[in-house]
């Protein structure tokens, strides 16, 4: 691992205020697990769709711009990064390391996207009122057909008021978090087998 034992997501994201870690072993070789990362469709597990979906549908009714709610179709990881999905790839080690970043205002409708450079590392990310965080997922290899699988969630808010209002937030949205993090593992799982 480059710099010594730290990872992509310390170098991104070293001081968070939430954290949500899952871990899982994946009888696959580590190549075809991460490979598996950007292949699984998201919404093909209810407790991922379901609120999501009310997510959106909860946007769509307090902010007109966010008016459109899609019928349950496939969501990939490359569906998720760039403008439509808020999220942009800010490391990655291939075969080994993913590192996605968004920055908003989880709190405010459609997230509170707002728009950043994503070569500039999150650390350094001061917009007022903000929340920045890292989504990253790890393969690990251990042995030739084992491996074992990662999910990291972080969140630091830019300023007093950003932490407030996602600790808010998180009161509510957390315990869904943290609840997304095990069937995502268990797809990639299922999809690296394959």
Known sequence: MPDGDSTATDRQLPV?????VRARVVDAPAGDTFAAIRRIDFMRSPVIAAPNLAR???DAVRAPRHRTVRARRAVRLGDLIGPQGGFEVVAEEPGRELVLGFVGRWWEPGYGRVDWDPGTPLSSISVP????G???????????????LLTEIRVHGTDEKARRLFRRYWT?????????ARPTLSMIAAEARR
């Open 56 to 58: 959106m549908a909860f």
């Open 172 to 180: 509510a949205a957390g315990p869904f978090v943290r609840a997304m």
């Open 16 to 20: 968070f205020e939430q954290r949500v």
């Open 129 to 132: 009122e903000c929340g920045v």
């Open 134 to 148: 890292t989504w990253s997922f790890t393969v690990l290899p251990y042995g030739a057909q084992t491996c074992v």
